[in-house]
């Protein structure tokens, strides 16, 4: 891997916290979700118009969670994707997330696979080489 790193910053807000403060442990999947979309737009995709125009969608398949420390609200946290692999219809990352940014403090750890669907048959679908050329592996 070539080890860039995309980073999303994303605030702790209330609706994200229970009565103690602290971040419920699902959050982080919408906090990493945020960051993937970001990414994915940052690569030039609008997930949108790739479904009505091209007919293709992304799923996750697979994921995992290392909660590490507790992120409160009104945190700022940094939400980090790297590609970790590369397959002719799937993907992973790897995410992180951090208090601050990313030289923080270590909050969650997490491994997203995904999959690049047809939409109409919800069957693996090619991946375009383009895609991922600035964070190839």
Do not use: H
């Not at 999303?8 to 403060?21: F, H, I, L, M, T």
């Not at 971040?23 to 960051?35: I, L």
């Not at 030039?44 to 697979?62: N, P, S, T």
């Amino acid at each position: 891997m070539n080890g860039k790193t995309f980073v999303w910053p994303v605030r702790v807000y209330y609706e994200d916290s229970d009565a103690q403060g602290v971040v419920y442990y699902a959050n982080y999947f919408k906090f990493m979700e945020r960051a993937r979309t970001e990414w994915i737009r940052s690569l030039g995709i609008e997930q949108d118009a790739l479904m009505r125009k091209d007919r293709r969608i992304f799923v996750v398949v697979d994921t995992t969670a290392e909660f590490l420390s507790p992120a409160r609200f009104n945190d700022q946290l940094a939400v980090t994707v790297r590609l970790t692999d590369l397959s002719r219809a799937t993907f992973s990352m790897g995410q992180d997330i951090f208090r601050n940014n990313i030289d923080g403090e270590l909050l969650c750890r997490g491994t997203i696979r995904a999959a690049f669907l047809n939409a109409d048959t919800l069957k693996p679908a090619r991946l375009p080489e383009t895609l991922f050329k600035d964070f190839s592996l």
